[in-house]
């Protein structure tokens, strides 16, 4: 069992940044990857960033791709997604999953979920 609690939202002007922290509970953590997602107001969630459970590899969806960097610190049992140049169409409701699935684009392949931090750029 892993329980994730994500922090680090909040509001910010668009071209400015955020860090979003992913805190997790439990031994196994290191041994699943980790996904972010976010859900706007009046829209499905939608796939943001993964990262495999070793951090070798990573990818993200083309909206925040040379924006974005996700990242996994094992020893801390914690993920990370640095968040530059933040734009308006940013501001979502920002979710850390991890889980062991294929398709990690997908929610499906994800176990667990955190509440969510809320991320807000203003223009």
């Known amino acids: 069992q892993v329980q994730l609690v994500e922090s680090g939202g909040g509001l910010v002007q668009a071209g400015g940044s955020l860090r979003l922290s992913c805190a997790a509970s439990g031994r196994t953590f290191s041994s699943y990857n980790v996904g972010w997602f976010r859900r706007a107001p009046g829209k499905d969630r939608e796939f943001v960033a993964r990262?495999?459970?070793?951090?070798?590899?990573?990818s993200y969806a083309d909206s925040v791709k040379g924006r974005f960097t996700i990242s996994r610190d094992n020893a801390k049992n914690s993920g990370y997604l640095q968040m530059n140049s933040l734009k308006p169409e940013d501001t979502a409701v920002y979710y850390c999953?991890?889980?062991?699935?294929?398709?990690?684009?997908?929610?499906?392949?994800?176990?667990?979920w955190g509440q969510g931090t809320q991320v807000t750029v203003s223009s």
């Open positions: 990262i495999t459970w070793s951090g070798v590899s990573t």
């Open positions: 999953a991890a889980g062991s699935g294929p398709y990690m684009y997908r929610p499906s392949a994800y176990d667990y």
